[in-house]
């Protein structure tokens, strides 16, 4: 891709609307996860802290993916413990999902519903992070043309947008991005950058990649090849 937005500029993400910005911390020891007898990683112990960018790198099928839903709890460690911290002190991990955001490959959009109707779904079950409506939110989207498209029916590309713009208009302090340049084109690509630019001040943000044009240049790069 020609264009790099995330390493061409240096500008800050921008506070955003809704709740009360809050600060979401996750701390990690002795993290391992093993399938069978062979350990993915293992001996893993650090603190993720709010307002930071977390580029999660290795080669493909070292890790990274299984890494990011262990920290969102969709996957259990085989050693070790997740724990969110806020103000309030040590997160419940029933109130988790609240604080989080997710797009991978491996999510899948709804195909049945049209673009109008994925949205209002996921919309009532998530806050929106921007006081918008439907159509202002296609808009950003550049998608408001396939509103009435069936999400089966959208390039992969758009339904890559899709994802993304779930991810990125949910109201959550964290925000987890799996190889999230996937079938972008370079115009969407620029539109992801943007969209990763515009994130309040205090989300701590997972990018596991390894293209170093999917993350900011000032992103703190955590290699899980260290912990093999």
Known sequence: MAFNPLHSSSA?????????????????????KKFNREWIFRDLSFTFQSGQTYAITGPNGSGK???????????????GKVKYTSANGEMPSEEIYQHISVATPYLDLIDEFTLS???????????????????????KMNLLHARNKYISNLSSGMKQRVKLALAFFSQAEVVFLDEPGTNLDNQAFEWYGEQLQNLPDNALVFIASNQAIEYPANAQKLDIMRFK
Do not use: C, D
């Open 65 to 79: 993916s299984t890494l990011l839903q262990i920290l969102w709890g969709q996957m259990p460690p085989s050693l």
């Open 12 to 32: 800050p993400r921008h506070t955003t609307e809704n709740r009360p910005a809050s600060h979401v911390n996750i701390s990690v020891e002795n993290l391992g």
């Open 117 to 139: 109707e994925q949205l209002r779904f996921h919309f009532r079950l998530k806050s929106s992070r921007y006081a918008m409506s439907e159509v202002e939110m296609l808009e």
